[in-house]
Structures are given as C-alpha cells and as structure tokens.
C-alpha cells in the first residue's frame, strides 16, 4: 500500500491510537516520535509479529522511536531523514494551552521562548495537554489534543488535521528529505 492509497480515515485513527498508547503510561512524558509503516509491508519483514499485527484492523502500524531531545525540537526534527518503507510520522508532546485572550496577550508582549513559556506555565487559566500530531507522505495530517482533566474540567478530546499547523508541517518536511 502506498501512501497515496492509505484511506483517509485511517490516519486520524493512528494518531488516536498513538495518544491512547502514549497515555497509557499517564503524564508527564517526554515527547515521542513514532514511524508510521504500513503494516502488511512490516508482517513481510518481520513475520514473527503475525499474531500481535492485523493489516486488515489497521493498514499502518505506529513504531516507536528514540527519544528526542527535549528542547529545540525544529532542529531535531530538521536532521530525520525516513527510509521508503517509513509512509508517515507521528509526534506527541505534552503541551501548555491557554485561553484565547491569553495567547492574545503572549502574541501582543512579544516575549522570547524563555519568557513566553513562564507566562504560559504561571498563567491561572492554563491546562496541560497532550498533543499528537500524524502525517502521510501525499501531504495528509490528524491531530488529537487531550485537554488533562481536574476536578474542575473534565478530560476533553479535540481532533482536527489543523490543530498544530506548524509541526504538522515540520512533520511533513522530515518525509521529503
């Protein structure tokens, strides 16, 4: 299967199901990486995994990789280069979301890095999240955001390909290379 035949419901369904992995072992973890291969392809490479993997259940199978550095994550992601066999690439991240107009005022200050993740870390409306960002080769993008619950919020999931535009596409720039 190539990516371009790679149904367009699958992708969301891998990202979901990279959250549900990565929140499996609860919060607080570093950020993942994940090669998307195509499953049928992987069961011919590694025919010991026939009774773990289904191509019919799932046409691509998440594999997780070293750790990335925890910061400077554009030059990390920057020196990945993927073999053929790697179709797509899935990030998760643990990250701060602030209320609109909080961001509003981040943007209008003009704070550097440093600056502006003490502002969203002391911020009283912030939540803690987990991001997962997914991509194909033929440009395809899903992201789930879990919104960490409190006894005041419940747990949320949002899902929409344009949720973190911009690692989205640095995600597509290490499967060009």
């Known amino acids: 299967m190539s990516a371009s035949e790679t149904p ?3 992708l969301p369904a891998v990202a979901r199901e990279v959250e549900e992995f990565v929140s ?5 973890q570093p950020m993942q990486l994940f090669a998307l291969v195509p499953t ?3 069961l011919v490479r590694q025919p010991e995994l026939a009774g773990q993997l289904d191509p019919d259940a799932s046409p691509l199978t998440p594999i997780a990789q070293d750790s990335l ?11 990945i280069v993927w073999p053929d066999l790697v179709h797509g690439c899935a990030l998760a991240q643990e990250i701060v979301v602030l209320p609109p107009d909080a961001e509003a005022q981040l943007t209008a200050e003009e704070l550097d890095d440093e600056e502006a993740r003490r502002f969203a ?6 939540r803690e999240a987990r991001l997962v960002a997914a991509v194909l080769r033929d440009g395809s993008a899903a992201c789930v955001l879990r919104l960490r619950g409190s006894v005041e919020v419940p747990e949320e999931v949002v899902e929409h390909p344009e949720l973190a535009p911009n690692l989205t596409h640095a995600l597509l720039e290490t499967l060009r290379a």
């Open 121 to 126: 870390a002391e911020h009283p409306q912030r």
């Open 24 to 28: 499996t072992a609860g919060w607080n």
């Open 69 to 79: 550095p925890d910061s400077e994550l554009d030059r990390a992601l920057a020196g």
């Open 8 to 10: 367009p419901v699958v």
């Open 40 to 42: 049928a392809e992987l």
